[in-house]
């Protein structure tokens, strides 16, 4: 809990609702943020509060930036309708009021040299891909999506994709939408054509696994942004923590909403995630012990 | 304008609001969006002895008006704090009501006496003995359910910090708060930080499997704001009818606005604490200070004149 706390702007903001529109299977919000827009960068969320004022619901809701528009003042998310919390916000009309925290975590680290990147989404994961592929093309490197989902209803940023990533590979599930399968059965193809030494994804832990570990049988490094369940995140509520090698080579239970959402991939402890629960690996920091443990 | 000064047991705050134990960290996430040495203490979350990872995820459910936790008291450790957290909250001119806890009485005298000696004690203005927590593995090891595992903690504790406000945070879940509030204040606790969470428990219907890696944990926010009050009620009250000595309580609670903060007031807390409110707002410690001062003016009452004051007016 010792200085970790980012140095960037953010803002607490009544942002007003600019549009909100479908996108297959999920809701696109353009949002008048100007203080949250300015210094946004792709891989980083806002904080959203729900159910206003006299709300029974006290969490907020975390979404990656899909993308921002600085000149315009605009943040825009890609909303899934999951749950009470974000059934209200998608059945805002334009013009209300959404009490917004952001920008908030870190980005993905954009690399120093052009090269070839392999952006990898899952679902409605994919929002920050091609804000992120815009920027990575700017500066010189060859991008490539890979965009996954359960049914083609599903998938995200498929056809901006197309006009902006140097080619795009779509898996389906079901086989409702390009090749029957998940995005880690095509990724190696598509790592050794580009010659990728970077990988960027998003999505459900057990992809953001898969892409690492085919990262690492290609010598390329992924960079994930981890979606984990925060209750507050801004870094005081500490329900968002997993296992993370950090440089000194120990593991430590880290907040994903202030030293993350993005980590290496190769420095998340993938094997303490399952069916949902994460343990904390005996050999983490102040990791519980058998017997006298202090109260664990 | 309202006097909003409130005296803690020699602690004078210029006002009575204070961040609650778990819910702001240790200072500089909050201060982002307001400046921590406006509130009348900073309350930190508990320290304990060494570093604590917490406990698995998932460690959060939203309930209805709150939430359960299961973080588990994770925290970097006295040394951590006093070299780092402390001189932190000094160094921005906050009031520190540094929280500690421990898995004996033997490591909570070792966390105040670490706590005594650093060099950045200067921001202390009291120390909150969280004997409390829910969130371990071991129900037992709630000091707060026993009169004599609570005053055996305070009583150490008050060894290691002579002339320190000390405040005990207790639990609601007990059969006779009072006789809990007895014990610690016997021992050696200047005043009561009521409450801490609720046990409780969510499951995940779609895996059939309890919600929580911690399985139980502590629930909190606006639900358990009644909760608050009535202890608050019972303990103050103990105090006006001679049961028990007067001492000041700081009120926490599912305090969420002004007129929550009044609320226990008016039940007998000095001071309140706002905590799962935060997670919601993360200005509403100041919001609250500022809502609670105009509620005041409005009825013409000073903090000092309005604590307890629904007592004076029961049928």
Known sequence: ?????????????????????????YRHLVLDAAAVAAPARPGQFVAVAVGGDDTAHLLRRCFSIHRVDPAAGTVELVVADAGAGTHWLVGLRPGAAVDVVGPLGT??????????????????????????????????SHVELVLGAATADRLFGVEAGRR??????????????????????????VIGRSSATTLYACGPMAMLRSVTDVAAAHRAVAHVAVEEAMACGIGICMTCVMPVVQDDGQTKMVRSCLEGPVFRGDAVRWEAFADGRCAVPADAVGAPVAAGGGGH | MADLSTDLAGAVLPNPLMTASGCAANGRELHRFLDVAGLGAFVTKSVMRGPRSGRGTPRMAETPSGMLNSIGLQGPGIDAFVEDDLPWLASVGARALVSIAGSDAEEFAEVARRLRDSEAFSAVVGVEVNISCPNVANRGLVFACQPDSSAAVLTLVREQLPGV?????????????????????AAGAD???????????AIDLDRMRPHLGGVTGGLSGPAIRPVAVRAIWQVHGAMLTGRLRPAPIIGVGGVHSGRDALELVAAGASAVQVGTATFHDPTSPARVLRELETLLDERGLDLAGAVGLAHERTA
Do not use: H
């Not at chain 1, 091609?130 to 010189?140: H, Y």
């Not at chain 1, 902006?164 to 193809?189: H, I, Y």
């Not at chain 2, 009521?194 to 409780?200: C, E, I, K, Q």
């Open chain 2, 191 to 201: 005043g009561l930080t009521m409450v801490n969470t609720l046990l409780g428990m």
């Open chain 1, 164 to 189: 902006t990533a140097d080619a795009v590979s779509v898996t389906t599930d079901d086989g409702s939408a390009g090749t029957k399968g998940w995005v880690s059965d095509v990724l190696p193809e």
């Open chain 2, 165 to 185: 406000p000390l405040f005990a945070k207790l639990s609601p879940d007990v059969t006779d708060l009072v006789l809990i509030a007895e014990a610690c204040l």
């Open chain 1, 107 to 140: 980005p993905f680290p954009l690399p120093d040299e052009p090269t070839g990147c392999v952006l990898v989404g899952g679902g409605y994961g994919s929002a920050p891909l091609g804000w992120l592929a815009e920027q990575l093309r700017a500066a010189g």
């Open chain 1, 1 to 25: 809990m010792s200085g970790e706390v980012p140095d960037t702007p953010v803002a607490q903001v009544a942002a007003r609702l600019l549009s909100n529109e479908p996108v297959g299977a």
